[in-house]
């Protein structure tokens, strides 16, 4: 009987949030997809600071050898023939929102052996493959943007937020989104690829 009147006022409160958003033309449910900072009616809320401390849960996994970060690049090494010997292993880590500090540590796992690469790069084994990870200059700080990684070095404090507001939405939520930042635009590509298709 407990079960069932919390189901029923599940309910209840669910048609009741559907009502209050209906349209006064079509009766249909209306989304509001905001700023980050500002309810449907202008007000301020709290999305900016839960927004900016989502943005703290989306570093780019990285480890630091040597003194130097290294970070993912997503891409498997395409060397077949590797001495079995390990440069080195992860040996310890810190929490997926914080950067590694000390010399074999990473904000993603322990027990990783890794190899020296080409062109300033290390290869991690983990999961069964060989990650190709790259030391970048500069702070090589990225932040995610749905599916990619944007540098965040040349981002204003407004898209960051803005970045950790649509990163809190739903992929559904996210498709109904138009309007995005230019900068955002620019560092990630976007722009150019759709003007290459406009052009097509």
């Not at 006022?9 to 958003?21: H, I, P, S």
């Not at 989304?31 to 301020?44: D, I, R």
């Not at 498709?175 to 900068?183: F, H």
Request: charge should be negative.
């Amino acid at each position: 009987m407990r079960k069932f009147a919390l189901a029923l006022g599940l309910a209840l409160a669910v048609a009741l949030a559907f009502a209050g958003c209906q349209s006064e033309t079509g009766g249909e449910a209306v989304l509001f997809l905001t700023e980050p900072g500002v309810s449907p009616n202008g007000n301020e809320t709290e999305t900016t600071q839960s927004a900016t401390k989502e943005l703290e849960y989306d570093k780019i996994p990285m480890v630091m050898v040597a003194g130097k970060l290294y970070y993912d690049t997503g891409k498997e090494s395409s060397i077949d023939a590797r001495c079995g010997v390990m440069d080195g292993e992860i040996t310890s880590t810190v929490d997926g929102s914080e950067t590694p500090t000390a010399d074999d540590q990473s904000n993603f796992g322990t027990g990783f052996g890794y190899q020296y690469g080409a062109d300033d790069t290390i290869e991690i084994f983990m999961n069964e493959k060989w990650m190709v990870f790259e030391h970048r200059a500069g702070s090589g700080s990225q932040v995610r943007f749905g599916s990619r990684w944007i540098d965040q070095d040349n981002l204003s404090e407004e898209t960051l937020e803005w970045i950790a507001w649509y990163n809190s939405l739903s992929e559904e939520e996210q498709l109904a989104v138009s309007d995005i930042p230019a900068e955002l635009l620019d560092a990630s590509g976007i722009s150019a690829v759709d003007d290459a298709d406009a052009s097509a």
